[in-house]
């Protein structure tokens, strides 16, 4: 991050060296001693001082943009995020109350960041994946060269997600072992840890880092495409309390159907087909509902959405048209290990 920064009494000279050694990532944060935020320069920028008849000596902040565009850290505008990235702007700074640089959004290495808490659910025993899970735990078994795991966490990486907690409990150790802090990755990872099984959601009772206002929950096992922005922004507009990413699944059937009332035939469906949506195993809440998780007790995310319909909170489902596979049996494992050579998440 701080290769992007250059201070107020640079010269120009320093600037284009900086700029020259950042390459294709070749934008500039003018700064001060706090990382205060004051301006940013470009190539362009460089080009036009010049032309206006600066020299190489001269300081770098005369030919600085005094404006340049920013996210603000405490609440991170994820529709103004991707029109910086629309527009074309290639790196974007993220800045404190004080105005102070805390972190850069690189639209080279990431799409946008999203200001989520992150749970993956890594407790599973795999019990269809018997004898391959008997001494390596399911998120841990291997698809192509990476983990199925891996495949879940680089794509939130892909989202600017750089805070995640694993939910675990069968062989646990082995997955703190893989990852540990994060840290490898760039990222913060910590831990749940059950000590008995609590379902398919019921660890989050037991969740103590709560940074932002909505939550995502993930199981660990899934292969997908999905683009995480353009659902959180889905949940958002849609004001809901929570959104369960729903895989549609069409039923065909190769017979006229008749419509009954009362036995009287109404109308006649010729070889009809039916939709319904299947749950996707992931889920978008407000951080504020897990509170309604019971403690220490066994609870599925399914027991957790009806609950919530109950209340008459807001439940939605987001459809999800691209690739998705949950990988639950030998069939499904085999099937990811082919569909990996010709996917690019």
């Given at each position: 991050m701080k290769n992007h920064f250059v201070h107020k009494e640079a010269s120009i000279q320093d600037a284009i060296q900086r700029l020259d050694l950042l390459a294709v990532d070749a934008v500039l944060f003018v700064v001060d001693e706090n990382l205060e935020l004051l301006g940013s320069i470009t190539d362009g920028d460089v080009r036009r001082g010049l032309i206006r008849g600066k020299q190489t000596s001269s300081l770098a902040r005369e030919i600085m943009q005094s404006k340049p565009k920013y996210l603000y850290d405490g609440n991170i505008d994820v529709k103004r995020t991707k029109e910086f990235r629309e527009?074309?702007?290639k790196i974007i700074p993220i800045v404190n109350e004080k105005n102070q640089i805390v972190d850069i959004l690189n639209f080279r290495l990431q799409k946008t960041r999203l200001p989520l808490d992150v749970v993956i659910m890594a407790g599973g025993r795999g019990s269809r994946l018997l004898p391959m899970t008997k001494e390596i735990p399911k998120p841990l078994l291997k698809v192509g060269d990476k983990s199925i795991i891996e495949y879940v966490i680089d794509g939130l990486i892909t989202y600017g997600i750089t805070n995640i907690?694993?939910?675990?409990?069968?062989?646990?150790h082995l997955i703190k072992e893989q990852f540990g802090d994060g840290s490898s990755k760039g990222l913060n990872i910590s831990y749940i840890e059950e000590t008995e099984p609590l379902g398919t959601i019921g660890s989050l009772s037991l969740k103590k880092i709560k940074n932002?206002?909505?939550?995502?929950?993930?199981?660990?096992?899934?292969?997908?495409a999905i683009n995480y922005e353009d659902y959180f922004l889905d949940y958002l507009q849609k004001d809901a309390d929570l959104s369960a990413v729903g895989i549609p699944y069409t039923v065909d059937i190769p017979y006229g159907i008749f419509e009954l009332k009362n036995n009287k035939i109404v109308k006649v469906n010729e070889k009809p087909n039916y939709t319904y949506y299947a749950n996707g195993g992931i889920y978008l809440f407000k951080s504020e509902l897990i509170e309604?998780?019971?403690?220490?007790?066994t609870y599925l995310?399914?027991?957790?959405?009806?609950?919530?319909?109950?209340?008459?909170?807001?439940a939605i489902t987001y459809s999800l048209l691209d690739y998705w596979l949950d990988i639950g049996n030998p069939s499904d494992f085999q099937r990811a290990k082919t569909d990996i050579k010709n996917l690019k998440f």
């Open positions: 527009k074309d702007f907690e694993i939910s675990i409990n069968h062989l646990g932002y206002s909505h939550t995502l929950v993930l199981n660990s096992d899934l292969l997908t309604q998780i019971p403690k220490g007790k995310a399914t027991d957790f959405i009806e609950e919530l319909v109950k209340k008459n909170k807001k």
